[in-house]
């Protein structure tokens, strides 16, 4: 999820500082000039090095409910108020970080349910469209495909 958005901001030029607690991760993004710190967003002296006094929007991609709680908390505890948006497992998860102050959910298994719906709603009776998919599909996945994925 994180690695479109990565791209997108930096081709707009805008600064981004990714933060991963993977080391082979934080390798390669290193290697691909991408901004990026070590770290557990559970521990304070992560969260004072981000600098998010100076952020314009913070994203959160981790699918782990307890970081996503946290990172919000966190926010709110440091009178940091700028857009968030996180990431949630399910519906009950997202109804939670709502409350918790969450700007926006996306819920992945929802939205492709819904981009796949809207696809079928658009070519249904096209059996050419899904026949040739897996070509073009392929081909989109290795554009897509970035060296620290």
Not at 21 to 28: E, G, M
């Amino acid at each position: 999820v994180g690695g479109e958005i990565v791209k997108f901001l930096q081709r707009e030029k805008v600064p981004v500082v990714v933060l991963d607690f993977n080391p082979h991760l934080v390798d390669a993004l290193l290697k691909e000039k991408i901004s990026v710190l070590y770290g557990d967003i559970g521990d304070p002296e992560v969260f004072d090095s981000l600098s998010l006094e100076r952020a314009k929007m913070v994203i959160s991609t981790s699918p782990t409910m307890a970081d996503n709680k946290l990172l919000l908390e966190e926010l709110h505890y440091r009178g940091i108020n700028i857009p968030v948006i996180v990431r949630a497992e399910t519906a009950r998860e997202a109804k939670q970080l709502y409350k918790a102050g969450a700007d926006y959910v996306i819920i992945p298994d929802i939205l492709a349910g819904d981009f796949l719906l809207g696809i079928i709603k658009e070519h249904l009776g096209d059996s050419a469209f899904f026949k040739d998919r897996a070509r073009i599909e392929l081909d989109r996945l290795e554009r897509k495909t970035l060296a620290w994925e």
